[in-house]
């Protein structure tokens, strides 16, 4: 962590952060053991030396493990909430997309299953609908699947 935080400081933009951070060790420690550091009130002279992206570099040299959540509020600051948010899941403009040599693939993400939905309105169009769910073992599967599709 160290070797990190001294190449950070090393960037242009970081000038009086050392003497800062020695000055306020208590504090660091403490932002270094808070469980939600992203939102830990920082001491007002390291806002006046840090802006948002190198607060976020600092965030990444104390704090790795949380340096995800924190880019995600970035974002939404920075750019708006549009940047984070996924899209609504429309089927039938999907679909439009979608042919014989492209075919409909999904990657998920935790929490998220479109399969009913897409069954049910493959089934509404009375159209065929091979899933193939990927694990271990299943991409020849899934290559076979897409290469019956294109025929």
Excluded at 17 to 33: G, Q, R, S, V
Excluded at 37 to 59: C, V, Y
Aim: glycine share 6%; charged share 25%.
């Amino acid at each position: 962590m160290w070797g990190e935080f001294n190449r950070a400081i090393a960037l242009p933009g970081f000038k009086g952060f050392y003497d800062h951070f020695i000055k306020e060790l208590a504090t660091y420690e403490k932002l270094c053991e808070s469980p939600d550091p992203n939102e830990f009130p920082l001491p007002t002279e390291a806002n006046l030396i840090l802006n948002p992206l190198r607060k976020l570099i600092m965030l990444r040299v104390l704090r790795p493990d949380k340096l995800v959540p924190a880019l995600s509020n970035f974002v939404v600051e920075q750019l708006g909430s549009e940047f984070t948010e996924p899209p609504p899941f429309d089927l039938t403009q999907i679909y439009k997309d979608s042919s014989n040599a492209q075919p409909l693939i999904f990657i998920l993400s935790p929490g998220s299953d479109p399969l009913n939905s897409l069954v049910k309105f493959a089934d509404q169009k009375k159209r065929h609908c091979e899933t193939v769910s990927l694990g271990q073992g299943q991409g020849p599967k899934a290559t076979e699947s897409i290469k019956n599709a294109t025929k």
